[in-house]
């Protein structure tokens, strides 16, 4: 299980969720923002700061945004798992679903 | 293995804290070690990333779920064995250790965890924790320090720093804190380790080093509280400020921390003060010369002396954090209490011959009888 | 017997006696305990009933010659079946002034005295408290006092191993002892076999030790200071193998007995404390057996590791005495709570706090009761005897096993160290216990699209005993979590239902309430079945109140008998045999603590009689205390 950021995201990013993940977990993408499944704990302290209710546990996601499941795990697929978001810049690249839509 | 006699105490060769654990055979995945138990940590506590490591730690021993056994005291992190699918037991306050005890030396076949807090080992259960460390019984206790008193709502804890204004020191706490890795040391801990809930590598790494170390493994694990303690440990999480705060000891290699900007290299080190014995911290400059390279201690985490382990562990704050070092401090060999137990009852039981019946039996019709007929 | 000539006659006359009392007094320092115990062997030896009485000080030592210094060692032996160690003794052996003074208080007019006159010198008067020497300013002329120096004669005996002065003198226990001997026709082997194994590795002491005895021996047949020698015949008893046994051994062999006859190693948790160290040293001869013995850093960690053996699959035991019992009371309740097997043996000293840790007392019947937070009912077994400790040892490890429960076992000073001979059980007709481990799933789950699995339920009961599985470690497939925190009936995950709770306390007791359907009727000992007053007791004053129930019974009256080894839960028919009499007495050594108990639970008004001395009751008074019953009872005026 881990927790996803669904599509609500985009363009928002106003990172307020990435503060209270202890893990360093909440990856930065172009126009949103990505929780690795395998590095996040599912402990839940994201989910309640988003300001627009972005972020599921990924049981809780609702019908209609299960492919947001899918697209934040498809972010890690060339990136593996680089054990924390301030190792790495990944703010100029998004899933590829995102980059296919919005170019 | 050669017969032990049974007033010879040696060491009967280098053994795994897993030897006598039947393996698994076939392999496993955290899946196979997560309980159906819904976690009810607060959001954000790092008792959820010890979780996490743990589940995906415990399939890589290789041995079979049903012999791993979690013990806990009370306090938020002895929720802990609820959420894995071994056995478990959340025991009562301060006494995890001493039921591990039994349940270790009862049984070489378990591998088996203790999970406690900074409240439960080191205040209630504080005497537990060093006899456990003394007798040196084939345990990995894992004890989850949040320098706060979590599950009771935050009051001071034996290892908050003076001065801590909680709910029951309003204007501030006035006793010294314990070092738990200097107190492990000085109850004679053979394996004294800490790391941190938020470094999964780093953590991981420890905790199988501590759990194939046969004998009482003693892991502290930095864990933050962020409902009652938050920031606490914020000084070795920053990126910014981590590399200064983290003093890492890698065995074999020599103490060096902090990060050169331009660089890279580390800035300082550590080196023993040839006047006064003492372990120091020595500022290497960005052009740090061979001769203050020379004069680096390598960590040495067998050395059957702990007086260097236990300088090294004077280092850390008793304050706010701001240096610590994390890793292996020590790792030596000595007999575990509970093989050496199972030792006199195996050569007292190859001795005895007949069954226990007849023994029995003999044994109560012993000393001075007489007959009425 | 040693006399030196074969053919010196004898001149003295012997006399029969049914039963005698003999109390050995000293400096902690003189060896009295040795010199009882061998006493008791020869007595066991030569076939006649006995009971005995240590008495030490709490200080092993104490400032020599003073009062808090003396150590005794009572020892009744009879023709005849007997219960207690004797109210009074008939002969008192004082080694000091102190000794003197510390027990006189204890003997009947006309007693037998004999002292040790070497030892009366003025200091140790002036230590003992004494103005003027008690052998010569007329305070003990109404007693048959014998004046001899033990000491002198000793040292004389055994000028020729060419010991110190002092080691010389030690011997003089056993001289003393070898006088009794002689006085009371003790067969005289085993001591010298016992004295040749003790010191056989210093060859002067065993030779002082065993012409002391000798002399001793010679000297009561030669002297003038005793003309008579006793006869006590052997007693008539059961046939079968006998050995006299204190209540320590007697439970650390029923420990063993357990062990084997459940196929469950034992694992004793313990922390030194007197009067329970004993069974500790016992139990760690024996690791032949398979035992762990655990000398834990505190009574907590006794018991912590008992309770972690338990759940391995061990038979996890914790010994300890009121004070161990107070810290462990949060650990038991987790037991109480885990249902597992423990078994918590309180050998009961005089409290409260440190109290009085050599001396014997009751008053822990409330503590084993209710001594924990929560309704957390323990069963409770109490042995009569010191050879009883034995099969209450096991009767508590049965229930313990069968209802996965503590089980605190009230043992006391007086059953600990007292003695008694006991006739050796058969190994095959002790009770088998029977661990049944839970190997598989116990239940099916139904999945909502009606596929079914096995699953465990660790919380699923036994209906007729209502015990739940012990699953231990190690078995595939039976993984699960117990703890302290309220369980949710059947599966056993944490439940803070209110209703579930409800029903988990209920059942838990309901749980120990079963076990009164495993126990026997009481044995109800009424003679005549006339008897309006019955007299109720339980643990180690079965003897003084036996003893004072035949009194009664003798002088003519009626009285009714009955004993309780389970005191939690009680057996069924008590309820019926407390309502068939008028009157219900229940001696105690507390304050009324079952009185308590039995007033609660059966609206009785059961009448107390309470000493709380640290010594046994006394069967005299206490059958003064039953006749008056009687009389009232009967509406006979008194007389
Ligand atoms: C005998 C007893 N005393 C007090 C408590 C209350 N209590 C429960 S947890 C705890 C402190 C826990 O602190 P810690 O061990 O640091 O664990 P954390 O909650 O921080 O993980 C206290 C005082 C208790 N459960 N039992
Ligand atoms: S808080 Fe919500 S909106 Fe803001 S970055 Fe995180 S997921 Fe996006
Ligand atoms: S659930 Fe926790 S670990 Fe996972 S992304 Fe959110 S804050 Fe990070
Ligand atoms: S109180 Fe602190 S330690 Fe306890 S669960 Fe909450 S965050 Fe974690
Ligand atoms: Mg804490």
Same mark, same amino acid.
């Given at each position: 299980?881990?927790?996803?950021?669904?599509?609500?995201?985009?363009?928002?990013?106003?990172?307020?969720?990435?503060?209270?993940?202890?893990?360093? *977990?909440?990856?930065?993408?172009?126009?949103?923002?990505?929780?690795?499944?395998?590095?996040?704990?599912?402990?839940?302290?994201?989910?309640?700061?988003?300001?627009?209710?972005?972020?599921?546990?990924?049981?809780?996601?609702?019908?209609?945004?299960?492919? *947001?499941?899918?697209?934040?795990?498809?972010?890690?697929?060339?990136?593996?798992?680089?054990?924390?978001?301030?190792?790495?810049?990944?703010?100029?690249?998004?899933?590829?679903?995102?980059?296919?839509?919005?170019? | 293995?050669?017969?032990?006699?049974?007033?010879?105490?040696?060491?009967?060769?280098?053994?795994?804290?897993?030897?006598?654990?039947?393996?698994?055979?076939e392999k496993q995945t955290g899946k196979d070690f997560t309980s159906d138990q819904e976690v009810r940590w607060c959001p954000g506590c790092g008792d959820y990333a010890v979780l996490k490591a743990v589940q995906n730690f415990l399939p890589e021993l290789g041995i079979r779920r049903e012999n791993v056994v979690f013990i806990s005291g009370i306090g938020c992190s002895s929720r802990f064995p609820y959420y894995l699918d071994t056995y478990g037991m959340h025991s009562i306050h301060g006494r995890a250790p001493s039921i591990a005890t039994g349940? /270790?030396?009862?049984?070489?076949?378990?591998?088996?965890?203790?999970?406690?807090?900074?409240?439960?080992?080191?205040?209630?259960?504080?005497?537990?924790?060093?006899?456990?460390?003394?007798?040196?019984? &084939?345990?990995?206790?894992?004890?989850?320090? &949040?320098?706060?008193?979590?599950?009771?709502?935050?009051?001071?804890?034996?290892?908050?720093?003076?001065?801590?204004?909680?709910?029951?020191?309003?204007?501030?706490?006035?006793?010294?804190?314990?070092?738990?890795?200097?107190?492990?040391?000085?109850?004679?801990?053979?394996? $004294?380790?800490?790391?941190?809930?938020?470094?999964?590598?780093?953590?991981?790494?420890?905790?199988?080093?501590?759990?194939?170390?046969?004998?009482?493994?003693?892991?502290?694990?930095?864990?933050?509280?962020?409902?009652?303690?938050?920031?606490?440990?914020?000084?070795? =999480?920053?990126?910014?400020? =981590?590399?200064?705060?983290?003093?890492?000891? $890698?065995?074999?290699?020599?103490?060096?921390?902090?990060?050169? =900007?331009?660089?890279?290299?580390?800035?300082?080190?550590?080196?023993? &003060?040839?006047?006064?014995?003492?372990?120091?911290?020595?500022?290497?400059?960005? /052009?740090?010369?061979?001769?203050? =390279?020379?004069?680096?201690?390598?960590?040495?985490?067998?050395?059957?002396?702990?007086?260097?382990?236990?300088?090294?562990?004077?280092?850390?704050?008793?304050?706010?954090?701001?240096?610590?070092?994390?890793?292996?401090?020590?790792?030596?060999?000595?007999?575990?209490?509970?093989?050496?137990?199972?030792?006199?009852?195996?050569?007292?039981?190859?001795? /005895?011959?007949?069954?226990?019946?007849?023994?029995?039996?003999?044994?109560?019709?012993?000393?001075?009888?007489?007959?009425?007929? | 017997?040693?006399?030196?000539?074969?053919?010196?006659?004898?001149?003295?006359?012997?006399?029969?006696?049914?039963?005698?009392?003999?109390?050995?007094?000293?400096?902690? @320092?003189?060896?009295?305990?040795?010199?009882?115990?061998?006493?008791?062997?020869?007595?066991?030896?030569?076939?006649?009933?006995?009971?005995?009485?240590?008495?030490?000080?709490?200080?092993?030592?104490?400032?020599?010659?003073?009062?808090?210094?003396?150590?005794?060692?009572?020892?009744?032996?009879?023709?005849?079946?007997?219960?207690?160690?004797?109210?009074?003794?008939?002969?008192?052996?004082?080694?000091?002034?102190?000794?003197?003074?510390?027990?006189?208080?204890?003997?009947?007019?006309?007693?037998?005295?004999?002292?040790?006159?070497?030892?009366?010198?003025?200091?140790?008067?002036?230590?003992?408290?004494?103005?003027?020497?008690?052998?010569?300013?007329?305070?003990?002329?109404? +007693?048959?006092?014998?004046? !001899?120096?033990?000491?002198?004669?000793?040292?004389?005996?055994?000028?020729?191993?060419?010991?110190?002065?002092?080691?010389?003198?030690?011997?003089?226990?056993?001289?003393?002892?070898?006088?009794?001997?002689?006085?009371?026709?003790?067969?005289?082997?085993?001591?010298?076999?016992?004295?040749?194994?003790?010191?056989?590795?210093?060859?002067?002491?065993?030779?002082?030790?065993?012409?002391?005895?000798?002399?001793?021996?010679?000297?009561?047949?030669?002297?003038?200071?005793?003309?008579?020698?006793?006869?006590?015949?052997?007693?008539?008893?059961?046939?079968?193998?006998?050995?006299?046994?204190?209540?320590?051994?007697?439970?650390?062999? @029923?420990?063993?007995?357990?062990?084997?006859?459940?196929?469950?190693?034992?694992?004793?948790?313990?922390?030194?404390?007197?009067?329970?160290?004993?069974?500790?040293?016992?139990?760690?001869?024996?690791?032949?057996?398979?035992?762990?013995?655990?000398?834990?850093?505190?009574?907590?960690?006794?018991?912590?590791?008992?309770?972690?053996?338990?759940?391995?699959?061990?038979?996890?035991?914790?010994?300890?005495?009121?004070?161990?019992?107070?810290?462990?009371?949060?650990?038991?309740?987790?037991?109480?709570?885990?249902?597992?097997?423990?078994?918590?043996?309180?050998?009961?000293?005089?409290?409260?706090?440190?109290?009085?840790?050599?001396?014997?007392?009751?008053?822990?019947?409330?503590?084993?009761?209710?001594?924990?937070?929560?309704?957390?009912?323990?069963?409770?077994?109490?042995?009569?005897?010191?050879?009883?400790?034995?099969?209450?040892?096991?009767?508590?490890?049965?229930?313990?096993?069968?209802?996965?429960?503590?089980?605190?076992?009230?043992?006391?000073?007086?059953?600990?160290?007292?003695?008694?001979?006991?006739?050796?059980?058969?190994?095959?007709?002790?009770?088998?216990?029977?661990?049944?481990?839970?190997?598989?799933?116990?239940?099916?789950?139904?999945?909502?699209?009606?596929?079914?699995?096995?699953?465990?339920?660790?919380?699923?009961?036994?209906?007729?005993?209502?015990?739940?599985?012990?699953?231990?470690?190690?078995?595939?497939?039976?993984?699960?979590?117990?703890?302290?925190?309220?369980?949710?009936?059947?599966?056993?995950?944490?439940?803070?239902?209110?209703?579930?709770?409800?029903?988990?306390?209920?059942?838990?007791?309901?749980?120990?309430?079963?076990?009164?359907?495993?126990?026997?009727?009481?044995?109800?000992?009424?003679?005549?079945?006339?008897?309006?007053?019955?007299?109720?007791?339980?643990?180690?004053?079965?003897?003084?109140?036996?003893?004072?129930?035949?009194?009664?019974?003798?002088?003519?009256?009626?009285?009714?008998?009955?004993?309780?080894?389970?005191?939690?839960?009680?057996?069924?028919?008590?309820?019926?045999?407390?309502?068939?009499?008028?009157?219900?007495?229940?001696?105690?050594?507390?304050?009324?603590?079952?009185?308590?108990?039995?007033?609660?639970? +059966?609206?009785?008004?059961?009448?107390?009689?309470?000493? !709380?001395?640290?010594?046994?009751?006394?069967?005299?008074?206490?059958?003064?205390?039953?006749?008056?019953?009687?009389?009232?009872?009967?509406?006979?005026?008194?007389?």
């Amino acid at each position: 299980m881990t927790y996803v950021i669904a599509q609500s995201c985009v363009d928002v990013k106003d990172k307020a969720c990435v503060d209270e993940c202890p893990v360093d *977990c909440i990856y930065e993408g172009k126009r949103m923002l990505y929780i690795h499944p395998d590095e996040c704990v599912d402990c839940g302290a994201c989910e309640p700061v988003c300001p627009v209710e972005a972020v599921f546990y990924e049981d809780d996601v609702p019908e209609e945004l299960v492919h *947001c499941v899918e697209i934040n795990a498809s972010f890690f697929t060339e990136l593996g798992s680089p054990g924390g978001a301030a190792k790495i810049d990944t703010s100029q690249r998004d899933a590829p679903v995102l980059e296919r839509v919005h170019p | 293995m050669t017969q032990i006699s049974s007033t010879d105490l040696g060491l009967p060769g280098l053994r795994s804290g897993l030897d006598g654990v039947p393996s698994s055979g076939e392999k496993q995945t955290g899946k196979d070690f997560t309980s159906d138990q819904e976690v009810r940590w607060c959001p954000g506590c790092g008792d959820y990333a010890v979780l996490k490591a743990v589940q995906n730690f415990l399939p890589e021993l290789g041995i079979r779920r049903e012999n791993v056994v979690f013990i806990s005291g009370i306090g938020c992190s002895s929720r802990f064995p609820y959420y894995l699918d071994t056995y478990g037991m959340h025991s009562i306050h301060g006494r995890a250790p001493s039921i591990a005890t039994g349940l /270790a030396t009862a049984r070489e076949d378990l591998s088996v965890f203790v999970v406690t807090g900074d409240g439960d080992a080191l205040s209630i259960g504080g005497n537990h924790l060093i006899h456990a460390l003394r007798r040196n019984v &084939n345990m990995t206790v894992l004890l989850f320090n &949040n320098r706060i008193y979590g599950l009771t709502k935050g009051q001071y804890s034996p290892t908050s720093e003076v001065g801590k204004v909680t709910k029951s020191t309003p204007v501030g706490s006035l006793d010294h804190p314990f070092n738990p890795v200097s107190l492990a040391l000085g109850a004679e801990g053979a394996f $004294v380790a800490r790391t941190i809930d938020s470094d999964r590598k780093h953590l991981t790494s420890v905790l199988s080093a501590a759990a194939a170390h046969r004998g009482t493994s003693f892991v502290e694990i930095y864990q933050n509280c962020p409902i009652f303690n938050d920031g606490a440990f914020d000084a070795i =999480k920053n990126p910014d400020t =981590k590399a200064d705060a983290i003093i890492p000891l $890698v065995h074999g290699a020599p103490i060096t921390f902090g990060k050169d =900007k331009v660089t890279g290299k580390p800035t300082k080190g550590l080196i023993r &003060n040839m006047d006064t014995g003492a372990i120091e911290v020595l500022d290497l400059g960005p /052009a740090a010369d061979q001769y203050a =390279k020379d004069l680096l201690l390598v960590h040495d985490a067998h050395n059957p002396d702990p007086s260097t382990a236990f300088a090294i562990s004077r280092l850390t704050d008793s304050g706010y954090l701001n240096q610590t070092p994390i890793g292996i401090f020590r790792q030596v060999e000595r007999p575990a209490y509970d093989d050496q137990a199972r030792d006199q009852i195996r050569t007292a039981s190859q001795a /005895a011959t007949g069954a226990p019946t007849d023994r029995l039996s003999y044994l109560i019709n012993g000393g001075d009888t007489w007959t009425v007929v | 017997m040693y006399s030196t000539s074969e053919a010196s006659p004898r001149t003295k006359q012997v006399r029969q006696l049914d039963r005698v009392i003999i109390r050995f007094a000293g400096d902690s @320092g003189d060896g009295m305990q040795l010199t009882g115990d061998r006493f008791t062997q020869e007595s066991a030896a030569f076939g006649n009933d006995l009971v005995t009485l240590p008495n030490f000080p709490a200080e092993i030592r104490a400032p020599q010659g003073t009062i808090p210094g003396v150590s005794s060692f009572q020892v009744h032996f009879a023709d005849h079946d007997i219960l207690t160690a004797g109210d009074s003794p008939d002969v008192l052996v004082a080694m000091n002034p102190a000794a003197l003074k510390a027990n006189l208080s204890d003997l009947a007019k006309g007693a037998a005295i004999i002292v040790d006159t070497h030892d009366f010198t003025g200091r140790n008067l002036t230590k003992a408290g004494y103005a003027t020497s008690p052998l010569d300013d007329g305070s003990l002329d109404e +007693y048959d006092l014998h004046r !001899v120096d033990l000491t002198g004669m000793t040292v004389e005996a055994v000028k020729e191993f060419g010991l110190s002065r002092k080691d010389a003198a030690r011997a003089k226990n056993m001289f003393a002892l070898g006088l009794l001997s002689w006085m009371y026709g003790r067969p005289t082997e085993n001591t010298v076999e016992f004295l040749s194994r003790k010191f056989a590795k210093v060859p002067d002491i065993r030779d002082a030790n065993i012409t002391a005895f000798k002399m001793g021996w010679n000297f009561g047949e030669t002297t003038e200071t005793f003309i008579v020698q006793y006869e006590v015949k052997p007693a008539a008893m059961a046939p079968g193998t006998y050995r006299n046994i204190t209540g320590n051994l007697a439970l650390a062999y @029923g420990l063993v007995a357990a062990s084997v006859q459940s196929g469950l190693p034992i694992f004793l948790g313990s922390y030194p404390i007197t009067p329970a160290s004993d069974i500790l040293h016992e139990l760690s001869k024996h690791k032949g057996f398979g035992i762990t013995t655990f000398q834990a850093e505190d009574e907590i960690a006794g018991v912590g590791a008992a309770i972690g053996a338990s759940f391995a699959g061990q038979l996890g035991v914790t010994t300890t005495s009121g004070p161990g019992v107070a810290l462990k009371g949060e650990a038991i309740g987790l037991a109480v709570m885990t249902e597992l097997p423990l078994l918590v043996v309180n050998v009961q000293r005089g409290g409260p706090s440190t109290g009085l840790p050599t001396k014997t007392e009751q008053s822990d019947l409330l503590q084993a009761m209710f001594g924990r937070n929560g309704e957390a009912p323990v069963p409770i077994v109490a042995p009569q005897s010191p050879g009883d400790c034995f099969n209450a040892a096991l009767e508590a490890v049965r229930i313990a096993v069968t209802y996965r429960t503590p089980v605190m076992l009230l043992s006391d000073g007086y059953l600990a160290n007292g003695s008694e001979p006991w006739q050796v059980p058969d190994v095959a007709e002790l009770p088998v216990i029977e661990p049944n481990f839970a190997t598989g799933p116990n239940s099916t789950s139904t999945a909502a699209d009606g596929t079914t699995t096995e699953v465990f339920l660790p919380y699923k009961r036994d209906e007729a005993t209502l015990a739940r599985p012990w699953a231990i470690p190690g078995t595939a497939g039976l993984e699960h979590r117990i703890g302290g925190l309220e369980k949710g009936a059947e599966h056993g995950n944490i439940s803070y239902d209110p209703a579930n709770h409800d029903l988990m306390v209920r059942t838990r007791q309901a749980k120990i309430d079963r076990i009164a359907d495993s126990l026997p009727p009481l044995e109800v000992d009424d003679p005549s079945g006339a008897a309006k007053v019955l007299v109720l007791g339980w643990g180690s004053t079965y003897g003084p109140i036996g003893a004072g129930v035949r009194r009664v019974r003798k002088a003519g009256y009626n009285v009714a008998q009955t004993h309780l080894r389970h005191l939690n839960p009680f057996p069924k028919d008590l309820g019926d045999i407390l309502a068939r009499y008028d009157k219900v007495l229940v001696p105690e050594m507390n304050l009324g603590q079952l009185s308590m108990l039995l007033r609660a639970k +059966y609206l009785v008004d059961a009448i107390g009689y309470n000493q !709380v001395r640290g010594l046994p009751l006394k069967a005299a008074e206490l059958a003064e205390a039953i006749s008056e019953l009687v009389r009232s009872a009967e509406g006979k005026c008194l007389p």
